[in-house]
């Protein structure tokens, strides 16, 4: 495409236009990932600083299955807000969903201790351990999550597919239910649920979950 086509709208003409709206941009998280990562990268390309657009592009760009991407863009993001704990733990998310969990350890670290008292940083942290062979590091953190939130939904259903993987799917069903039972649970805790039911030979029950 011709190099005019690739600039963005808002520097057509050498204007710069105004972010969106806050109400606009909470209206768009709404939306499916990828209308939300094509809105976020426009925003990002407009206003290259925006920390806000970074985190919300790799965050969808790691539901898309595009984690290298999602790890560039956090770590650019970084190198101006280094403290910038959401960055931090969406970066360590990308490297967990590109398989290579290994270097996004340090930035979970980071984000741990920054805030110790955030459950989400240590239940992140418990994936990367599992996923970096470190499963005693990875129990650890997954208690201390578990002390600070111990019906969190997100920190349950991590600890109950490491269940599965080391082959416990019993031990995995309990979790899961007792995540799926919380007013939070998302469809992909419903989904993991029947899975490991499935797994079992539950057959009926899982197919009535889906």
């Known amino acids: 495409a011709p190099a005019a086509a690739q600039t963005p709208p808002a520097a057509a003409g050498g204007a710069v236009s105004a972010p969106a709206s806050?109400?606009?941009?909470?209206?768009?998280?709404?939306?499916?990932?990828?209308?939300?990562?094509?809105?976020?990268?426009?925003?990002?390309a407009a206003h290259p600083s925006d920390a806000e657009a970074a985190l919300r592009l790799a965050n969808a760009l790691i539901e898309l299955g595009q984690g290298e991407q999602a790890a560039t863009i956090a770590q650019a993001a970084l190198a101006a807000r280094p403290m910038d704990r959401d960055l931090l733990m969406t970066l360590g998310r990308a490297h967990i969903a590109r398989g290579e969990a290994f270097f996004g350890i340090a930035a979970l670290e980071q984000a741990r201790d920054l805030q110790p008292c955030d459950w989400r940083a240590w239940s992140l942290l418990g994936v990367a351990y599992q996923q970096g062979r470190r499963p005693a590091d990875a129990e650890a953190a997954w208690a201390e999550g578990l002390r600070l939130a111990p019906e969190q939904p997100a920190l349950l259903a991590n600890i109950a597919m490491a269940r599965m993987t080391a082959g416990d799917a019993a031990a995995a069903e309990t979790l899961l239910r007792r995540a799926a039972a919380q007013p939070g649970a998302g469809l992909k805790v419903q989904q993991n649920l029947a899975l490991v039911l499935g797994l079992q030979g539950k057959s009926t029950e899982a197919e009535a979950l889906l």
């Open 22 to 44: 806050p109400e606009r941009r909470a209206e768009i998280e709404r939306a499916d990932a990828l209308t939300r990562s094509v809105f976020w990268r426009a925003e990002l």
